[in-house]
């Protein structure tokens, strides 16, 4: 990272010597590089002759990040893969009758939590994405405690106390 082209391939000069004195070499075939700036800029970085391959999005540790720093498409990303894990879950974990809420939810905090939020540090909070963050987290409380949009369950009850099952929905009265 640097606040200049020229000071970028100063320190990426300075990285090239460094990892030749201790006898490696940085692989161009697999090194890319991209400037995260709210305007496109182009930022021509070489290692030795080679030129680095200048890229608008990678993934990095499984996170995609995008030249114009918004994370709009790793939120979709991982609202996608919690879906997932509340698909592969639904059958063996979210409907069955023999657990209980406590050990859904248990799930739910351990496996679709992490999930969801995986790599969250580097997102910006909109209100957006608080929404989108929140219609999933809400999607598998419901589903946990069996009850659907169709029920008029307000989503703001299932915050409240998600280990509510549909018959203590019912006597609550939500309209």
Not at 79 to 94: F, P
Request: proline share 2%; net charge positive; aromatic share 6%.
């Amino acid at each position: 990272m640097a606040s200049s082209v020229c000071d970028l391939q100063h320190s990426l000069d300075r990285f090239a010597t460094e990892c030749e004195a201790a006898g490696m070499r940085i692989s161009t075939s697999k090194s890319e590089a991209t400037v995260l700036s709210r305007k496109p800029m182009d930022c021509p970085l070489q290692v030795g002759n080679e030129s680095l391959p200048q890229v608008k999005e990678f993934k990095y540790l499984g996170v995609l990040f995008s030249s114009e720093g918004t994370m709009e498409r790793e939120m979709g990303r991982r609202v996608g893969a919690a879906g997932a894990v509340l698909q592969s879950l639904y059958r063996t974990v979210v409907t069955k009758r023999e657990l209980s809420q406590k050990a859904k939810l248990s799930v739910y905090r351990a496996i679709f939590v992490p999930t969801l939020t995986y790599g969250h540090e580097g997102w910006v909070m909109t209100e957006r994405t608080r929404s989108r963050i929140q219609a999933a987290e809400k999607g598998f409380l419901r589903r946990v405690a069996g009850v659907s949009l169709r029920d008029k369950v307000r989503s703001s009850v299932i915050g409240r106390d998600s280990e509510l099952s549909r018959s203590s929905f019912a006597s609550k009265g939500a309209s």
